[in-house]
């Protein structure tokens, strides 16, 4: 069972896509929507994101992939209309530091992010990913019973309860720090996990090897987050040197204990100073947590010298290289994006509640599926339900698109006669002789 997720479903449709179209000449319009224009040109270029074959052959199905375009504008209507710009803000502030780090990195410490086979063969031996385990749990409320029962289950002596079995698990993608050293147990070992006062008997259960070549997207992904880590601290660091960025331990002490004045100087640089009001501004801009300080000194400089260069020097560094511009050509699409991303999460997806059982009954209705994705451990839970989520939003979706169009029809303006020669064009040149 294949499914079409309602992104990638808005993804071919045009509603979710994010590239923007070549200035070329005028185009024909071919619909309006409100103030916004939609022509021959925004047409064809939605055309060109379906699949190779995919081009619809009948003109209802030319007609529908154009309602795609005019849905994508009636998403955003209704967006703007519920006030959801300064709702995505943030994620916006969001998605421009990422890239701007991104572009930083890949401009400044290329080297740095690139590995050999070499490297990667390595590391897939150093990390321990040939091997995989299934794990056996049991949940206990108490301490003492979960010593007790730890004591039995040493024994060989079989346990009442209700046992849960993991799928196969992999040490670079378990998700769960507290079972990372039952990867170098054997089969049979039982050990008694403890997390914020709830208690798992956890018996590893069952083991296999594989190879480089089965997990090889799992151990690429996991080597690039390893040298990106590697690459931003050394960033870090090269950045700090070059804007000779002190930190006034006096005053970091201060914070640390929760007495600092917001006037006091925290920063002093080549980039410019910054005092304590400075930097609680700059975490609340960032997203971090402005409440909870390291007490640590040593730890709490380290805290305030990224919050210092993610706010105040990478800007300057992208501007100084030129890569605003570059984000500025992306940011009113990525926008729409997130406008119809928060349009979907409060109207299609707050509405659909997940239970276990239908999780545990989707998966084994498409195992054989999520076999061939290699996905494991937490990371396949979270595909499963995302995915299960998706199906379930598919038919909100086709009703609230209807609203939508019912609320905003007098908004809509279609030049039927342009769209029909527009088609008529598109068909004969995609089958130029018609026997």
């Known amino acids: 069972m294949e499914l079409l997720k309602p992104q990638t479903a808005l993804l071919a449709l045009g509603l979710w896509a994010c590239a923007d179209v070549p200035p070329e000449s005028a185009s024909a319009i071919l619909a309006r929507v409100g103030e916004v224009e939609i022509s021959e040109r925004d047409f064809a270029a939605a055309l060109e994101k379906l699949p190779a074959g995919s081009e619809a052959q009948p003109l209802a199905d030319w007609r529908r992939q154009f309602q795609a375009l005019i849905d994508k504008e009636l998403l955003l209507l209704e967006a703007h209309a519920q006030g959801l710009d300064e709702a995505v803000a943030d994620a916006m502030a969001a998605w421009e530091r990422k890239e701007r780090v991104e572009a930083l990195l890949a401009r400044e410490m290329g080297e740095q992010l690139a590995y050999t086979e070499t490297e990667l063969a390595e590391f897939f031996a150093e990390s321990g990913a040939g091997r995989e385990i299934r794990l056996r749990r049991l949940p206990v409320r108490e301490r003492a019973a979960a010593l007790a029962a730890l004591r039995k289950a040493q024994e060989g002596l079989d346990l009442d309860g209700e046992w849960s079995e993991s799928g196969w698990l992999n040490a670079l993608n378990a998700?769960?720090?507290?079972?990372?050293?039952?990867?170098?147990?054997?089969?049979?070992?039982v050990e008694l996990v403890e997390t914020d006062g709830q208690y798992l008997v956890v018996a590893v259960a069952a083991e296999r090897e594989v190879s480089l070549a089965d997990r090889r997207?799992?151990?690429?992904?996991?080597?690039?987050?390893?040298?990106?880590?590697?690459?931003?601290?050394?960033?870090?660091?090269?950045?700090t040197n070059q804007h000779a960025v002190q930190l006034d331990t006096a005053a970091l002490r201060q914070v640390a204990a929760g007495a600092a004045r917001p006037e006091v100087r925290l920063v002093r640089s080549a980039a410019g100073d910054w005092s304590v009001g400075d930097y609680q501004q700059a975490l609340a801009r960032l997203g971090a947590d402005a409440g909870s300080q390291p007490t640590d000194v040593s730890a709490l400089g380290f805290k305030v010298t990224r919050a210092f260069v993610a706010d105040q020097i990478l800007p300057q560094e992208a501007h100084k290289h030129g890569l605003d511009a570059e984000l500025e050509l992306r940011r009113a699409k990525v926008h729409q994006q997130k406008l119809i991303q928060a349009l979907w999460e409060r109207e299609i997806y707050a509405h659909i509640q997940l239970d276990p059982a239908q999780v545990r009954a989707f998966y084994e209705a498409n195992a054989q599926r999520y076999a061939r994705s290699g996905v494991l451990g937490r990371e396949l839970q979270a595909q499963v339900a995302r995915d299960l989520r998706d199906a379930q939003a598919v038919p909100l979706f086709d009703r609230y698109i209807a609203q939508l169009r019912e609320r905003y029809a007098e908004f809509v303006a279609v030049e039927e006669g342009r769209l029909g020669e527009f088609v008529s064009r598109r068909r004969q040149a995609a089958n130029p002789v018609e026997l």
Do not use: I, M, S
Not at 217 to 239: D, G, M, S, W
């Open 217 to 239: 997207p799992l151990v690429e992904a996991a080597l690039t987050r390893h040298k990106k880590q590697q690459a931003n601290l050394a960033y870090l660091e090269q950045l």
């Open 175 to 189: 998700g769960d720090v507290r079972t990372a050293a039952l990867f170098l147990q054997e089969v049979g070992t």
